[in-house]
Structures are given as C-alpha cells and as structure tokens.
C-alpha cells in the first residue's frame, strides 16, 4: 500500500522536532510526506528533518479545516492510503503507523482508521482523564448497524492521528470546505452512510493532549454545537450527544476525585463551560457575527461569513 502522510502545521512550537524523529524512526515506508504550512514565524520549516517533506505553503487567512486538507490531497492523490496527523501528535514508538495501517489490510470494507491517543508525559489531570476516557485500550470496529449501540460515539474519530482509504475518501466526497472544525466527523459519517466500516485502533498509539482553561473549553465546545447545528443530518443517523457528555461528567467528576481532590472546582467549572457553550453554539444562527467572533475559538471563520 502506498501511503501519503500529511501534516497542517502552524508554528509547531517545542515538541515538533520530537514528532518529526518520531516519523522518521517508523517502520512503515511512507510514499510522500506533505506540510501543509499556513504561514509559520517560530522556524517550523526550518527543522532538518522538514527536508524529508514536500511542503506547500499557504496564508494563515486561507486555512480551512477541510478545504486546506482537501487541497493538499488533490495535490498530492497518489496513495492507497491518506494518513493525516497534527503538528503535536508524537507516535509513540516506532511501530504506531504500521499498526493503524495494518487495520486496512486486514479488513477491505475499512474505509478509515484511527488510532489511541495517550496524554503527554507531563499531561495535568483532567488533561490525563480526556485522553483516558475517550480512547481505551480496546479496538473497536464500527459500521452504521452500531448506531443504535453507540450513538454519535459511532463516528468518533480525530484527525490527529487518523486514515482514510482512498477509494471510501473519494466516496464519500472527500473534506468538506467551510465547517468550522469536525471534519474528520463529518466524514466519517458519510463513509458509514456509503456502507464502509471505521476502526479503532487501539494498539497505534500517539502522545496528544491539551491542558485548556475553562474559557477555553467554552469556546471550543461552541464551535462543536456550531459544527453539530451545520451538520444536522449526524443527529438523524447517530443521535445526540448529550447522553455522552453526561457519561463523560460523571467519569471526569470520579477521576479527579481520586487521582487529585483539588482539581475538582475546575471539573465542575470546565463541564459546565462545555454544556453553556455547546448549547449556545447549537443556536449560533441567533446571535450576530460579532457575538459568534467573541465565544468562538476560531473566531477568523465568522469573517468567511459575512
């Protein structure tokens, strides 16, 4: 299987010298391997290892979640498989591509795989519990006939370390332009509604997570109900998420209770940011753009509405 690897990258910061050895150390040959650049001041480009990479440069105003992978894909389609990976994702050993890859080898109807994400080494609590919670150790494989079983949790996925068979991509239609994030969701769901399955691999394992303030929180978690409120055909096939972010609370609350009591006060005050700020964002259509600017944690997508 011939695999392209593709990498936005933005000012990758301190770990990106890590990731990148950490690409260059994996077993699996890689085909191509694409940056997609949007515009970075800190050196990002400059790092020997981006030698290995052919990178294509944009302006930070023109990314898009979708369209920027979507252009890179078109520029760049000779592959059996698209591997898209974030700037901070660090496999974390040298056998993580092969073992998300080898999920499409084993099973044809794949359209796409992703893999478990663990917690940075030096990850705080509740950052530790995100990653704990929503990628266990089990691999899981998920079909539309799941949906009734897993609701929204069917389509789960991260493009932070996630796959797409080229043939289920192009039936599915690719990323989509114009969402404000989730497209990795998005095309998931179309890939199922095709008749492809998704795996989760839970043995392809990289080191991702975010310690965000409670204001943070807020913000991304109203761009999720934007996202939701645009795609409302995921709700008529998957169901809600409402029951999930209850399942979530519950195990967030217990987690910081035992691993560490003071941390609790920014549990409660985190989970009930995400609920505040994924209800406004389900009902973003009622606020004005420059409402929408200041709860949104992308908040330069508002000016591509106007």
């Given at each position: 299987?011939?695999?392209?690897?593709?990498?936005?990258?933005?000012?990758?910061?301190?770990?990106?010298?890590?990731?990148?050895?950490?690409?260059?150390?994996?077993?699996?040959?890689?085909?191509?391997?694409?940056?997609?650049?949007?515009?970075?001041?800190?050196?990002?480009?400059?790092?020997?290892l981006v030698g290995?990479?052919?990178?294509?440069?944009?302006?930070?105003?023109?990314?898009?979640?979708?369209?920027?992978?979507?252009?890179?894909?078109?520029?760049?389609?000779?592959?059996?498989?698209?591997?898209?990976?974030?700037?901070?994702?660090?496999?974390?050993?040298?056998?993580?591509?092969?073992?998300?890859?080898?999920?499409?080898?084993?099973?044809?109807?794949?359209?796409?795989?992703?893999?478990?994400?663990?917690?940075?080494?030096?990850?705080?609590?509740?950052?530790?519990?995100?990653?704990?919670?929503?990628?266990?150790?089990?691999?899981?494989?998920?079909?539309?006939?799941?949906?009734?079983?897993?609701?929204?949790?069917?389509?789960?996925?991260?493009?932070?370390?996630?796959?797409?068979?080229?043939?289920?991509?192009?039936?599915?239609?690719?990323?989509?332009?114009?969402?404000?994030?989730?497209?990795?969701?998005?095309?998931?769901?179309?890939?199922?509604?095709?008749?492809?399955?998704?795996?989760?691999?839970?043995?392809?394992?990289?080191?991702?997570?975010?310690?965000?303030?409670?204001?943070?929180?807020?913000?991304?978690?109203?761009?999720?109900?934007?996202?939701?409120?645009?795609?409302?055909?995921?709700?008529?096939?998957?169901?809600?998420?409402?029951?999930?972010?209850?399942?979530?609370?519950?195990?967030?609350?217990?987690?910081?209770?035992?691993?560490?009591?003071?941390?609790?006060?920014?549990?409660?005050?985190?989970?009930?940011?995400k609920w505040l700020?994924?209800?406004?964002?389900?009902?973003?259509?009622?606020?004005?753009?420059?409402?929408?600017?200041?709860?949104?944690?992308?908040?330069?997508?508002?000016?591509?509405?106007?």
């Open positions: 299987m011939k695999i392209n690897l593709f990498i936005p990258t933005l000012n990758a910061g301190k770990t990106w010298h890590q990731t990148l050895e950490r690409l260059a150390e994996q077993t699996i040959q890689f085909h191509r391997k694409i940056i997609v650049d949007s515009g970075s001041t800190d050196g990002t480009l400059k790092d020997p290995d990479f052919e990178v294509i440069s944009i302006d930070k105003r023109d990314f898009d979640h979708g369209g920027t992978r979507q252009m890179a894909v078109e520029a760049y389609p000779d592959a059996d498989i698209y591997l898209f990976m974030t700037q901070d994702a660090i496999p974390a050993n040298e056998h993580t591509v092969s073992r998300l890859i080898q999920a499409f080898v084993a099973d044809p109807e794949l359209g796409m795989a992703y893999g478990r994400q663990l917690p940075h080494l030096n990850a705080k609590t509740l950052e530790s519990h995100a990653r704990l919670f929503n990628y266990p150790e089990a691999t899981e494989i998920r079909g539309l006939a799941d949906a009734p079983k897993y609701g929204i949790k069917t389509i789960s996925c991260s493009n932070s370390f996630a796959a797409y068979r080229k043939e289920a991509f192009e039936q599915a239609g690719g990323f989509p332009r114009g969402l404000i994030l989730g497209e990795d969701v998005y095309i998931a769901g179309k890939m199922l509604l095709k008749g492809w399955k998704m795996a989760y691999v839970g043995e392809a394992e990289v080191h991702h997570s975010h310690d965000y303030t409670v204001k943070e929180e807020f913000k991304r978690y109203f761009d999720i109900g934007v996202f939701h409120a645009e795609s409302s055909w995921i709700f008529d096939h998957f169901g809600r998420a409402e029951s999930r972010g209850a399942q979530y609370a519950k195990s967030e609350i217990s987690y910081a209770m035992r691993k560490n009591p003071l941390t609790v006060p920014k549990s409660v005050a985190s989970l009930f940011a700020g994924y209800k406004l964002g389900l009902k973003h259509k009622g606020l004005s753009v420059d409402q929408k600017r200041k709860l949104s944690m992308h908040a330069r997508f508002w000016h591509s509405t106007e």
